[in-house]
Nanobody, 123 residues
Framework: QVQLVESGGGLVQAGGSLRLACAASGRSIFVINNMGWYRQAPGKQRELVALITSDGSITYADSVKGRFTISRDNAKKSVYLQMNSLKPEDTAVYYC????????????????WGQGTQVTVSS
């Protein structure tokens, strides 16, 4: 069974920084495909924040470009989100996502989500 466990959320003042981490666990994992961070604010739809592919290509939402940095450590099966210059509008629950995992038996698993971590930015 594959699980994604997030950490690093919290309360911070505007202009501050936080670093989110997400680790994938499961004995069946062989290769992890794309890893990403999404967020959902109250009353809004979940939106993509940043995505990093298996070959390191990165996409950011326009609203976070220049402030957030996504990275991954394949050996640790982990993805990170460094968030700087935080704004109150960044307040949301942040979710880690993996779109596809190739398992050791070469089968595929799809669309895994973490439990979410709350980020609150005060003005």
């Amino acid at each position: 069974q594959v699980q994604l466990v997030e950490s690093g959320g919290g309360l911070v003042q505007a202009g501050g920084s936080l670093r989110l981490a997400c680790a994938a666990s499961g004995r069946s994992i062989f290769v992890i495909n794309n890893m990403g961070w999404y967020r959902q604010a109250p009353g809004k739809q979940r939106e993509l924040v940043a995505l990093i592919t298996s070959d390191g290509s990165i996409t950011y939402a326009d609203s976070v470009k220049g402030r957030f940095t996504i990275s991954r450590d394949n050996a640790k099966k982990s993805v990170y989100l460094q968030m700087n210059s935080l704004k109150p509008e960044d307040t949301a629950v942040y979710y880690c996502n993996v779109d596809r995992i190739i398992k050791k038996d070469y089968s595929n698993g799809y669309d895994y989500w973490g439990q979410g971590t709350q980020v609150t930015v005060s003005s």
